[in-house]
């Protein structure tokens, strides 16, 4: 018979066995059936070992998923065979007892010996299950009310709000671990169809929206299979990241959306998730993009395909207005940033929006001047963690700013020390 899981078997031995048992009674034998028991299927095909009065003491596999029993235990013997399969892991929710002896009554029994409070829970019926996972399937269904599970584009749109999401991730959890738990039981069936369409709106909802809390990576294997496997017959990966702003695959992503108000907020996302990424390294710059990104926005609300249209003209000058305005001053790639830093603290404190143009040329001077220093300290090994290497570039930086007439003073010192520093950890930590 092909595709059936790999088995040994674990037994005590006796003078009196015959040869061909050797092999099962063998005890360096069982310590290696066991280590090959412990590892993934990827890493070893053993998946079934078949017990006889063993393995009760001293085994310790939380990757152990179901239990069959075929023969009559009694007492504590029973209570150590069923504790080898309830140990919990990740994507493991609970452990299987299949029993084909009636062994509920003996368990009862033995569980007598302890309080009720220690083993409450400790076996339950699977039918019991089933009307936790009613129950849960109709709270999830409760975040898409009136949307059509079928239409992806439309349910992920429903979602638009992140405390929704949240609420909706919350619910989806508890409906994916009750469906790990019946599954593969009958009673699970009339369910499926729903978890599927639910599993690809979650992946939907992590594409869109560049929202990692929502994804099916917890699931359970079964729960997880039957949804990849759905996602997959669409020819997406669930497996594969959101695609970025500016790879080439993303023209693709936004054909492939339905109708111009899931197009705009395809690339209103991902331009939220471009910015977020690039923050630390130019802050003023990128906290000015998204200022303009808000203004766009409600300035085409409602009317989705000029949105998209214009947040496709915003993506395209994001990066080249930065160059041409570091060009326009005359300064680098690294220098920009920084002096994006400096000419807002100058503004602030001395509320001069316009800035004269001799005070905006000493800004960019300063900028000039420090950045190569800052650029060099951080090529120290380790600079980051040596409180006197820090220290000696942090009174340099006071003594730019301070000799930087007329807006050098005490408060800008300590907030251009403070930002500077951080922008370099930014830059250059890495």
Known sequence: ISDVPESTVVISGDINDPEEWKTWTDSAGHKTAVERFKQPMGEHPLSILIVNDMLLTGFDAPICQVMYLDRKLTDHTLLQAIARVNRTRAQKPCGYVVDYVGLTDQLAEALKVFSSTDVQGALQDLKDEVPKLQAAHTRLKQHLKGADLQDTDACVTFLADELKRQRFEADFRTFARQMEIVLPDPAANPFVADLKA???????????????????????????????????????????????????????VLAAHTNDRARASEVEHAIRAHIKIKLDEDPEYYQSLTHRLEEIIRNHENHWEDLVRQLLVFRDRMEPDKTRQDAHLGLSEEEGPFYRVLMEEVRQASGDVGMDRDTHQRVVDMTRELVPLLR????????????????????????????????????????????FMDLAKAKWSR
């Not at 497996?239 to 695959?249: G, N, Q, S």
């Not at 000799?403 to 930002?419: D, W």
């Open 198 to 252: 639910v599993g690809k709106v979650v992946i939907g909802c992590r594409n869109r929206y560049r929202d990692e809390q929502l994804n099916i990576t917890g699931c359970g294997e079964k729960v997880r299979t039957l949804i990849e496997k759905h996602i997959c017959a669409d020819g997406v990966d669930p497996r594969v990241p959101p695609t970025k702003l500016f790879d080439v695959e993303f023209e693709q």
């Open 376 to 419: 060099k300290a951080t090529r120290i090994v380790g600079f980051f963690d040596k409180w006197d290497e820090k220290a000696r570039v942090e009174r340099a930086i006071k003594r730019v700013v301070l000799l930087g007439q007329p807006f050098g003073s005490k408060a800008l010192v300590n907030v251009v020390r403070e930002r």
